[in-house]
């Protein structure tokens, strides 16, 4: 049976618990059991054979909540081995289980402006999820687990995004819900929330303001919190990217695929399916993860800056000789060990056993957020609202999941963020400010790529002696084209300036 685990203390608890964080304050993990998996899940449709074992380690836990009646629980009989027995029985088993919108299977399309021979780039339309945003993936796993445990209401912050797809998603369930998001959320979306019967709550104040309101109201009120950043389930739904850019390319995943990150949902998702994917013998090949923030908000760029000493990354990258414009932008810098030849200027994170995990998170957080944005009036304001997160509860995780896998950070500013959304314009594709600023940063990383003219052959590895850095050394010679893939996650529809309402 699978279990949330505490990432603190390592405490289990059901996966149906009305707890949202572990009594010593740690936050949930949730790892499915290996056979639960299909023996070669890439090649099934977006990964459905990892979807059913998650969606069964729902279906067989311990009461804790009541569920909403005996029609809903699914039959014992279908259990691990006939889940995997046939497609039939997974399709069976996720029609009975999963509330779904058709999320998931978006598509591709080749980018016009950056790609070059041998070394194409995709763009992931993934805003063409039913809500507009690749929320959706997650917001499928985690509503269906509610409903599956008898929820009836259920409380929810985001900065938008999530919101609105929840809303979407609890409606399709019956489930009633209350959206707590930042008063200056854009129009467009909280029109969105209350058209799916979503009660807003507009809170005064930041991203992190909106967190402390809920967290306060759960402790007088104890709803059940339908949290797409502390409940794990929902990063087993954004999985599925993983599995489907698998699918796509005849499970093969890309050499490259540029995310943004605010409070991890996705950043995490891809690293359970790449841990679940090697263990299940589908993957075939590491990708390498470029993780974009705004330079207003970048909160995993500056906890990693200063946990190893170094406040500030121009004047960190003026201490060396021969730097380009280019790498004065990437908030992890480069390490030698693994990029012989090509920034052996500079040192950073060399082993995982550096990181140090009694550093006090909020406190480095915030000296380090004084010194990244002391000469930006604009500091903690971003046109990029689904990533303007300054303190994002799992920090430390994700921090712990860049630095081992040895993934660079990208850091992007406003101005970088308005000039690629006319360039995805440019090319028909009309996405929102967090999706522009992850193209931003694919351009960026990109042309710093090919200036130091490394590619597949040179792709980053894991920790040493971890899983996927033992496949990683076994796959980095391969020299066929590079491909890159942008995640772009939200539509232009949700910008403020697409609001037409008064």
Request: proline share 5%; aromatic share 6%.
């Amino acid at each position: 049976m699978a279990l949330f685990e505490c990432r603190r203390c390592g405490k289990y608890y059901p996966i149906n618990t009305s707890s949202y964080i572990c009594d010593c304050g740690g936050h949930f993990k949730l790892e499915v059991p290996s056979h639960s998996i299909a023996s070669n899940p890439a090649k099934s449709m977006w990964g459905l054979g990892a979807v059913a074992a998650t969606l069964h380690a729902v279906a067989n836990q311990d009461e804790e909540v009541p569920r909403r009646r005996d029609e809903d629980r699914v039959e014992s009989s279908i259990l691990v081995d006939s889940v995997m027995s046939s497609p039939g029985a997974v399709d069976k088993f996720i029609e009975k289980t999963s509330i779904s919108l058709g999320e998931g299977s978006t598509p591709e399309v080749t980018d016009i402006s950056i790609s070059e021979p041998n070394d194409e780039v995709r763009l992931k339309l993934d805003f063409l999820n039913p809500t507009l945003s690749y929320k959706d993936r997650g917001s499928s796993m985690l509503v269906s687990a509610a409903r599956y445990f008898g929820v009836n209401q259920a409380v929810v912050d985001s900065s938008g995004n999530a919101a609105v797809s929840l809303s979407a998603y609890c409606a399709r369930a019956g489930i009633a819900l209350s959206v707590y998001l930042p008063e200056g959320t854009s129009k467009s979306k909280i029109a969105q929330i209350k058209r799916f019967g979503g009660k807003v709550n507009a809170i005064p104040g930041d991203r992190s303001a909106t967190s402390d309101a809920i967290l306060e109201d759960l402790e007088r009120d104890h709803p059940y919190y339908m949290s797409h950043i502390y409940n794990p389930l929902f990063h087993h739904g954004t999985k599925s990217l993983i599995y489907e850019l698998a699918n796509s390319k005849g499970g093969e995943l890309p050499d490259e695929i540029v995310i943004p990150a605010g409070n991890g949902t996705l950043l995490l998702g891809i690293e359970i399916a790449l841990l679940e994917l090697l263990r299940s013998g589908g993957l075939l090949k590491v990708p390498r993860v470029i993780v974009v923030q705004a330079k207003n908000v970048a909160p995993i760029n500056g906890l990693l800056l200063e946990r190893y000493g170094i406040g500030d990354t121009t004047a960190m990258m003026d201490n060396f000789t021969d730097i380009s414009p280019s790498q004065k932008e990437l908030g992890l810098a480069l390490s030698p060990s693994r990029y012989e030849g090509v920034a052996s200027d500079i040192t950073w994170i060399k082993r995982l056993d550096q990181i140090s995990p009694e550093i006090a998170a909020t406190n480095r957080i915030t000296e380090a957020s004084k010194v990244l944005n002391a000469d930006n009036p604009m500091s903690n304001s971003t046109l990029a609202e689904g990533i303007a997160i300054p303190k994002p509860p799992r920090l430390e995780e994700m921090a712990e999941v860049i630095a081992s896998r040895r993934w660079p950070i990208v850091v992007v500013h406003e101005e970088e963020i308005k000039e690629a959304r006319i360039r995805l314009s440019l090319q028909g594709v009309d996405v929102e400010d967090t999706a522009a600023a992850t193209y931003a940063g694919a351009i960026k990383w990109i042309e710093y790529r090919r200036g130091n003219d490394f590619n597949a052959a040179d792709a980053t590895r894991d920790g040493e002696g971890s899983e996927l850095g033992e496949l990683r050394d076994n796959t980095a010679g391969d020299t066929k084209g590079h491909l890159t893939v942008v995640e772009l996650t939200g539509a232009g529809l949700k910008s403020p300036y697409s609001d037409n309402s008064n």
